[in-house]
């Protein structure tokens, strides 16, 4: 299976932008987060998104919780 190739490589790794992100602001919820870094990432897809969020929780780094159906709320891990 051969995967997309981005055309440049970003200086920063879409997980450290999530994590210094939330290391400034706070908790946010997934669209701000998502909204942000598409003005940095600028070919960055939902689904890439959404594997770097559970990846950050697996490795204990954030939690994710929904506040509804659609939202969902990102926090740092202290």
């Keep these: 299976?051969?995967?997309s190739?981005?055309?440049f490589w970003y200086a920063q790794p879409l997980h450290t932008s999530i994590?210094?992100?939330?290391?400034k602001k706070g908790t946010l919820t997934d669209a701000d987060i998502f909204k942000e870094l598409?003005?940095?990432h600028k070919e960055l897809g939902i689904k890439d998104f959404n594997n770097t969020l559970?990846?950050?929780e697996l490795d204990g780094?954030?939690?994710?919780?929904?506040?509804?159906?659609?939202?969902?709320?990102?926090?740092?891990r202290r």
């Design 5 to 7: 190739v981005p055309k």
């Design 38 to 40: 598409k003005g940095v």
């Design 61 to 76: 780094l954030v939690h994710v919780s929904y506040l509804t159906k659609t939202t969902r709320r990102v926090e740092l």
């Design 19 to 23: 994590v210094e992100m939330l290391q």
């Design 1 to 3: 299976m051969v995967t």
């Design 54 to 56: 559970m990846k950050l």
